[in-house]
């Protein structure tokens, strides 16, 4: 219970702050764009684009399948751009 409570209270914690974004420090808008397009290019390449499931599969297991598409797909556009100097930090 305790532990419960603990992580209820992190959660509203974290929920009451900012967004986190990708801030390069000396970058324009211009090259920004083109990081972020070419890092979701790059991760939507690396892990497919198209639909995972088809109408007769098992809805569950495709929805499992579509998270963690997402999830890698987030991991990978995460390291892109960390690999070029972008760093999170919280929106102002």
């Known amino acids: 219970m305790k ?3 603990l992580a209820i209270v992190a959660i509203l914690i974290s ?3 900012g967004p986190m974004v990708y801030f390069k420090s000396g970058n324009n808008a211009h090259r ?3 990081d972020f397009a070419e890092c ?3 991760a939507v390449k690396a892990t ?3 639909p995972s499931g088809s109408i007769t599969s098992d809805m569950s297991g495709t929805i499992a399948n579509d998270i963690s598409t997402g999830v890698r797909r ?3 556009k995460h ?3 960390v690999a070029r100097g972008y760093s999170l930090k919280q929106q102002e």
């Open 79 to 81: 390291a892109c751009l």
């Open 40 to 42: 979701e290019f790059e």
């Open 32 to 34: 920004e764009q083109q």
């Open 74 to 76: 987030g991991e990978i």
């Open 15 to 17: 929920a009451c702050a």
């Open 48 to 50: 497919g684009s198209a």
């Open 3 to 5: 532990l419960l409570s």
